[in-house]
């Protein structure tokens, strides 16, 4: 049954394990897909090295910007655990999609031929079937990542006000901590899978092969995902966040000429209208963002022509500083943008120098250019595993934080060390290219320079090591200074962030090139003879004011206040007093409730 808090109450147990197959067999399938897909573009459909650049930040743009539609279905009527399961379907049918791109000869082009100059690249046809395949899996994408880790982490809050009875709230902290650490750890292990197997068997196998294995992955996570189904926290949406957020603006705005009262006590606050979505404690009133207070104000207006409340033009205190919430977090989470930007060209760029490379680990053994992100990944699981156990308790005894330090500090650390990757890109770019003229090479990009691809590991590694400072931190604030009701879309703006940064690097890319078009085309097909040093370079300079930018506003945020939930809090207000000056306030106007 639902209890009165919103959350579904359940005899059994509770049991995060199906989730959790779910989760690694789509993450699995999702790396697998994308971790080869310029190669693809490239060699089997033949298209230009900046076109096949761009295509894939689109695809991976517009993946990470679908889950915003995600979390909206999810918040506002759907639920997170049938979210997920529509877009687990709807990636199962893009892949599917792309497998039958891949089998039938009619949707590629041919192989190259040596007297065909350049290679006959795809055909509107066949590009089509392959967009519309992507897009499927972008939508897929907008049903899973947003509701995936908010769904993790309600079942983790099931029983979280009697966990911190018991261990405090220093502990609690620590939990939430690990819980994200242990989330971003468990998909390093399915990404590093994917970057093995599959990226082998794409290379030395077949695509067919390559992208059947993700689509069985898929098939697999969804079974076992609804098999799970009764032994899930489901919490029950709390209505359209986004509604919310609209009628206060709307009512802060038709009240613009109103005065804020200096008591906020006189702000208008109902603990049964908020009920639902602050089933954790009701937000405070800040001093910050006064405007939005107008919408908090209440007037004879507000019922004029009917004895209901309009939430069109009356707010409660806690709807108002929702809004604050997600306007005071944008600052800080702006600046990832420009770090999934950097990482971006990682999955392009990066694969085709490491094409260039001497591969060889043995005589008869290459290493897939794709699989070079194992070190990424590698790198990342190493910092996950050491945070907690080595990173924590060294830093703890000179901070006296039981965290060590603070998620802000640990995504500014993560911005920092970011540069050093893209940096060191630079240098190791600008060595290959020296290789390539030493050895005479600068007009034969085919030829493999006398070069070991080893040397790109330091840049792939820095960034796996970011990745596990940065982007657990970034998670772990937007959760929790995120509305309650609004963690799927908490979700929904992380990944958001990535696809800003995918499309980001698509328009610096597009930029730089028609820049430097016909003065030394620092972007071109034949790589010896660009300037992709430079090009990290530039990157390494925007970086740089990034991390800036960020300090800045790391400078002036303010946290969420929040009034934690007592037991039986609801229940007791189910008549819902207001405080003794807002009933006087209220009380000629008969005001009742109306969504």
Known sequence: ?????????????????????NEVCDMFATAGFNANLITYLTQELHLPLVEASNTLTNIN?????????GALAADSFAGRFWTIIAGSVFYQLGMLGLIVSVLVPSLRPG?????????????????AVLYISLLFTSLGSGGI??????FGADQFDQHKEQRAEAGGAEAEAARQRQYFNLYFFTMGIAVLLALTVVVYIQENVGWGWGFGIPAIAMLVSILVFVVGYPLYVRLKPGGSPFTRLAQVVAAAYKKRAATVPEDPGMLYQDKDLDALISTNGRLLHTNQLTFFDRAAIVT??????SSKLNLWRLSTVHRVEELKSLVRMRPIWSAGILLATAGSHNNSFAIVQARTMDRHMTQHFQVPPATMFIFTTLAMLLTLALYDRAFVPIVRRFTGLPSGITYFQ??????????????SAALVEARRRGSAAEHGLLDTPATVVPMSVFWLVPQYAIHGLAEGFSTVAQMEFLYDQAPESMRSTAAALFWLSSSLGSYMGTALVTVVQSATWGSGDWLQDNINRGRLDAYYGLVTCLM???LAYYLICFRFYTMKPLELAKDGDHEESSSCPLSTKMAAAAAPYNIEHRA
């Not at 192989?111 to 590009?127: D, H, M, V």
């Open 111 to 127: 192989p190259c031929s040596p007297l065909a100059t350049p290679c006959r690249r795809a055909n509107g046809l066949q590009l």
């Open 300 to 305: 004879p207006a507000d019922t004029a022509g």
């Open 145 to 150: 990542r947003p509701c995936v880790v908010s």
């Open 410 to 423: 640990r995504m500014a650390a993560g911005l920092a060390i970011s540069i050093l990757g893209v940096a």
């Open 1 to 21: 049954m639902v209890g009165c808090n919103g959350r579904l109450e359940s005899s059994h147990h509770l049991y995060v394990d199906p989730a959790a197959v």
């Open 544 to 546: 740089l004011l990034n």
């Open 61 to 69: 743009g517009t993946s990470s910007l679908t889950p915003i539609l």
